[in-house]
């Protein structure tokens, strides 16, 4: 069984920066595509970015060039380096985990970013 935990989000100021953590147990993470999502208030879930198990990434238009996602098979961890944050950057966070067979998720952190 695959769980994830994600921390690191919070309010921040239009500009500021924040890293999210996500946090994998079980042994599969190696061989995995991750990615981070988003939903914000009335909106449906997006990507925000992607990972490949052979560290490929893959960005949503409006984050390029201000989020980083990482990875680290040997903690099992994958982090969202977000910076240059704008207020509609404003959503929850989610942690995923492509499975051979099943998608996993973590329960979500909050990003706030005020203007």
């Known amino acids: 069984q695959v769980q994830l935990v994600e921390s690191g989000g919070g309010s921040v100021q239009a500009g500021g920066s924040l890293r999210l953590s996500c946090a994998a147990s079980?042994?599969?993470?190696?061989?995995?595509?991750l990615g981070w999502y988003r939903q914000a208030p009335g909106k449906q879930r997006e990507l925000a970015a992607a990972?490949?198990?052979?560290?490929?990434?893959n960005y949503a238009d409006s984050v390029k060039g201000r989020f980083t996602i990482s990875r680290d098979n040997a903690k099992n961890m994958v982090y969202l380096q977000m910076n240059s944050l704008k207020p509609e950057d404003t959503a929850v966070y989610y942690c995923?985990?492509?499975?051979?067979?099943?998608?996993?998720w973590g329960q979500g952190t909050q990003v706030t970013v005020s203007s």
């Open positions: 990972i490949t198990s052979g560290g490929r990434t």
């Open positions: 079980g042994t599969i993470f190696s061989i995995s595509g």
């Open positions: 995923k985990l492509n499975g051979r067979f099943n998608d996993y």
